[in-house]
């Protein structure tokens, strides 16, 4: 029987963080030793379909240095021997919001609704875009703040990396690659801006515009149309950070979330309008329209939180749940 190493990923993401932090005063004496460690006579997995047996990985300074059957193992090193038990690499998570600040959404209630006027313009002080959905100035290289507890839960499921941003509006900024070890910020951030981050959700903005899903392509697709604007002289005319910070987010990997497979349609139809193929994140029920969904070419990540069973012992209860959600679980 194959048997996990538990807390390996954990144990390596400390090795590094040991090594880290090059930048900051340390109370003590400094240990500039090398840090060796080998661990041998385990079953290896290097990617999903390479095993080695009997084998031996080393890491130093926090980097995996070698890893396989014949690896010398140098002088000083701390050997553990795992007989017995498997070593696989860390899992990624590209689809998370770790280490983001809490998105304040205002749940609709029809007393605010008649009780408030409504907000037509943006209440974003600055010159950014006069539609709060529309917030590709977010950096989440700026917004990652460390949260040992969630890490620790990512690290016991496996996770190693993850590449996370602020899942708020229409156009989100950029996301973050950030490892779950225990260091500090200037620790834990791989990369400050790995990809772009957009959807059809107007999260958090209380502006009344969009209140539909063809307002929310509408917005998107005037934001492409205005940051090219910007790009081809707009910039000489008025200052706009927004559309600066959007065009500066191409080149980069755009993620695109959607709720449904018809979703995922609408949004690879905007991307071939302005040339850009985004990687989907799906609902989970893309495989409704396979076909459809095969013809856009676009690299998806499916979820893995699937449906619950539902509870069908009541024969009334069984009679009001769809055809089509049985279907889905």
């Not at 977010?138 to 460390?146: C, E, K, P, R, S």
Request: aromatic residues 10%; proline residues 6%.
């Amino acid at each position: 029987m194959i048997k996990l190493l538990p807390g390996l990923v954990g144990f390596l993401l400390l090795a590094v963080n040991a090594l880290a932090q090059t930048t900051f005063p340390r109370n003590g004496v400094y240990d500039e030793r090398p840090e060796i460690y080998a661990f041998t006579h385990a079953t290896i997995y290097t990617d999903y379909q390479t095993k080695l047996e009997n084998a031996t990985l080393l890491i130093r300074n926090g980097v995996v240095e070698a890893a396989g059957q014949n690896v010398s193992i140098p002088a000083g090193a701390f050997v553990s021997d795992l007989k017995g038990k498997s070593i696989y690499p860390g899992l990624i998570d590209l689809y998370s919001n770790y280490g983001m600040p809490e998105i304040k959404k205002e749940p609709f209630s029809w007393a605010t609704f008649f009780s408030r006027p409504p907000q037509y313009e943006s209440a974003k002080k600055g010159a950014y875009n006069w539609n709060e959905a529309i917030r590709p100035e977010t950096l989440a290289g700026d917004m990652i703040a460390v949260n040992r507890p969630q890490a620790e839960e990512l690290r016991k499921m496996g996770f190693g990396v993850v590449l996370t941003h602020h899942p708020d509006g229409i156009a989100r900024g950029t996301g973050a690659v950030v490892h779950l070890g225990n260091d500090r910020e200037n620790g834990v951030l791989l990369k400050p801006a790995a990809t772009a981050h957009f959807s059809l959700d107007k999260g958090s903005s209380r502006q009344i515009y969009p209140v539909s899903m063809m307002g929310c392509i509408a917005l998107l697709r005037q934001t492409y149309l205005d940051a090219d604007w910007f790009k081809k002289g707009g910039n000489k005319k008025e200052a706009n950070l927004s559309l600066d910070a959007f065009n500066r987010l191409t080149g980069l990997p755009a993620v695109f979330e959607v709720t449904s497979r018809l979703n995922l349609l609408r949004a690879d139809k905007i991307g071939d309008e302005f040339g850009v193929q985004y990687i989907i994140k799906t609902g989970g029920d893309e495989y409704a329209l396979l076909n459809e969904v095969k013809a856009t070419n676009a690299s998806l990540i499916v979820p893995l939180n699937f449906p619950q069973p539902y509870d069908v012992q009541d024969p009334m209860v069984a009679t009001v749940i769809p055809l089509e959600d049985m279907k889905h679980w």
